[in-house]
């Protein structure tokens, strides 16, 4: 990883090969898959499948949604990395009510020794491993701060920490202020959330933080990797 790694954030139905390619040609450091549900991935299923491809050696992180471990096992028995792979990425971001009502996504992130298992299956196949997440599930998980105890008790490569909960909206600015205590835990983490200018890096590289994600603004326009350097 860079000093201050720039990522394409994962984007359901915009981030595949073609749209990674060109961020990464634009300066995005490393960009991720949209998400793969895992258990489709243990089934084998094709369109599945298909999300984690990585045609050509583009740096990317293959982002899972899921929270079976077995499921996550049987996956990755199959596994063989592509050129270009650099680890998976597990979400516990996803707000969707549809997710939650499963405890995937942002219900995760409370779930504290069902995503150390996570980590630990996919350490267990020597692949690398990181988190993307939002806050808490609402704000009452974000005022308990169990974003908190999730980064201190999880051992990730890094924590991408998408600063809303999951009843927030992009309506709702993105918290800047909970960086400072994430970084205090002494764990790599990645800044996420309406990150669009020189002067929001700055500010973030001064509090420690070891890279940003962009998303909504690569879409705009994918010079913006170009523009923050
Ligand atoms: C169309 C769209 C699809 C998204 N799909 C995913 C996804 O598959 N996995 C994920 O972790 N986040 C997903 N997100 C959230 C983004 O990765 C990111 O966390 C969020 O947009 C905040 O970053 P931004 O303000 O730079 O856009 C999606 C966001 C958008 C707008």
């Known amino acids: 990883m860079k ?6 954030a994962s984007m359901e139905g915009f981030t595949g090969p073609g749209f990674r390619e060109l961020c990464y040609k634009k300066g995005a450091d490393s960009t991720f898959t949209e ?6 991935l243990a089934r084998g299923n094709k369109s599945t ?9 583009i740096p ?33 971001g996803c707000p969707s009510p549809n997710m939650i009502q499963k ?17 630990q299956t996919v350490r267990d196949h020597n ?6 997440m939002r806050l808490g599930m609402n704000g009452f998980e974000k005022e308990k701060k169990v974003y908190l105890n999730l980064i201190n008790k999880v051992d990730a490569d890094f ?14 600015p993105a918290n800047f202020g909970v960086y400072k205590e994430c970084v205090k835990t002494d764990k790599i ?24 994600m962009i998303g909504r603004a690569a879409i705009k326009n994918p010079d913006i990797f170009k523009n923050l350097r």
Do not use: W
Request: proline share 3%; charged share 25%; hydrophobic share 45%.
């Open 3 to 8: 000093d201050f790694e720039l990522m394409l």
């Open 35 to 40: 998400m793969a549900r895992t258990a489709a």
């Open 189 to 212: 983490i990645i800044a996420n959330g309406d990150i669009e200018n020189k002067e929001q890096i700055q500010l973030l590289k001064s509090i420690g933080v070891k890279g940003a």
């Open 49 to 57: 499948l298909e999300k984690i491809q990585i045609p050509k050696p």
């Open 127 to 132: 692949h690398p491993v990181s988190i993307k």
């Open 103 to 119: 405890g995937l996504g942002c219900a995760l992130i409370k779930r504290i020794s069902k995503v150390i298992l996570l980590v």
């Open 159 to 172: 924590f991408i920490v998408h600063a809303r909960h999951g009843k927030e909206t992009y309506e709702n």
């Open 60 to 92: 990317t992180y293959i982002q899972l949604l899921g929270a079976s471990e077995k499921d996550l096992d049987i996956f990755l028995k199959k596994f063989i990395p592509q050129k270009g792979f650099l680890g998976f990425n597990l979400n516990l």
